[in-house]
């Protein structure tokens, strides 16, 4: 599962079995540790991935500061990993999707365009 973390709206997304696909879910907003946690477990996720703001020059701002934060938090309430990602440019790309006609919210289509990152570079590694 991957999440677009923000202070008034959090995307999600969840992969196929497989691992090969994401699609988007609907945004949790505003973002709650207790329902995304729930979300989670019911989903029987392995792995949760939240995306981490970072520059393009790769710097860390505040926001990648709020981001940990709530990464560490919801750690503490499921029984997977949960790691952050960086997630340049998926705002980018979901913006994009969204004018090609996709149907989800863009912070969902950020945090599939994530997962979809993620996943890719897991694969490109084995």
Do not use: W
Not at 97 to 118: I, P
Request: proline share 5%.
């Amino acid at each position: 599962m991957a999440l677009d973390y923000g202070s008034a709206r959090c995307g999600c997304a969840i992969s196929d079995p497989t691992g090969i696909l994401a699609a988007p879910l609907s945004a949790f907003s505003p973002p709650e540790i207790d329902e995304i946690a729930k979300t989670a477990r019911d989903r029987e996720v392995d792995l949760v991935i939240v995306g981490l703001p970072i520059g393009l020059s790769g710097e860390e701002g505040e926001q990648a500061r709020l981001t940990r934060a709530f990464a560490n938090e919801l750690g503490e309430q499921l029984q997977v990993p949960v790691e952050t990602y960086d997630e340049r440019l998926t705002t980018a790309m979901a913006t994009r999707s969204a004018r090609e006609g996709a149907r989800a919210d863009e912070d969902s289509l950020a945090a599939a365009h994530l997962l979809e990152s993620y996943l890719a570079s897991k694969e490109s590694a084995e």
